[in-house]
């Protein structure tokens, strides 16, 4: 019974074997499933769809006076009344009031030369003309005594009561003292004339300012010789170099093929390199009747209407000639995306937003066409990138290569 009961345990070696095989067929059944769901997935993401090769384009920021533009034009800023204020007469500089960027009114002193001698020569021309004052003083007192003794012998003679001899001296002492009345007015003249070239002299120590303006540049410190005309690498002729700011205009050069384009009070819109987020209504004030040669252009100056106390003489500048005048709200600028960049949904617009490598479909609201712009008032911001012209077969979220 032991024996039969043993023979029951043994193992069953064929079932066995066939269990093992069942179950790997169907772990590779669910390997396989996955598998295709994980291409299906990828697929649908388009990791193995090649990426669409498209053209990119900006959304800018863009002004209305752009469609209206008929000519550009580069030039610099530059002052129509400019000055280097120099003296007449050579000295040595002793004080300088101003320095760059000072605003100076027409007559004030901006430096002083040294001036002593020059003062002497005054004070001495002032006491010679006390002197000569003195001097027709006394004269016409001679004159006066002179007048009355010929009035006296003059009713004597012509009563004999003295000789013809002594009536003559007095006429002559008469004669002598008007002379000396006319030479001591004379003196006067001379001294008062010599005072003045004197004075004259005294002012030239003064520098002043010709008219309203701001200092440049500083050409020279105190203690430098400053003189009409620098011979000498260490004197000066120039001590300080001003500006009128408000005689600044825009000097550009136009083609002389496209000067026909422009004309007198054309207005003009400017833009400085070193104020890039404004714009400024201009006009052209004249246009310079030579030409350049080596250029092939003509000048043609603008004037500001709009003006800035950020404008400094030469800044460089960009002239935009316009075909009708600009409003407030034509310097104002507006989103906008090239026109191509656009697709039609139904009655709304739409356009293909780059994010990475990737496009995804957005919907905008459109405004007023600007030249080959149209200005976007939703769904956009100035710096994003839209596919340019799409192609038919470009869905949103697919990978795209391209460039601008």
Known sequence: MADQDLSKLTIDKSK????????????YLVF????????GFLYRMGIFTPPVQVQLANVTQVYPSQAYTVLTASGYVVPQRKSALASKVTGRLVWLGVEEGNRVKKGDVVARLESQDVEAAKAQAAANLETARFNLENAGAELADATLNLNRSKELVDKNF????EYDTTVARHKKAAAAVKAAEAVIKANEAALEAAAIQLEYTLIRAPFDAVVLTKNADIGDIVTPFSASA?????VVTIADMESLQVQADVSESSLGQVKIGQPCEIQLDALPDKRLRGAVHMIVPTGDRSKAAVMVKIRFVDRDPRILPEMSAKVSFLSKPVS???QVPRTAVNQ???LARGEGKGVFLVKGDRVIETSVRTGAQIGDMVEVLIGLKAGDQVVLDPPAKLKSGARIKGGE
């Open 16 to 27: 066995a074997a066939f269990r093992p095989a069942r179950g790997k067929k169907v772990l």
């Open 340 to 342: 191509k960049a656009l």
């Open 162 to 165: 003295i000789a013809r001899g």
């Open 328 to 330: 407030k709200m034509d």
């Open 32 to 39: 396989l499933i996955l598998a295709l769901l994980t291409a």
């Open 234 to 238: 260490e004197s000066k002729s120039a």
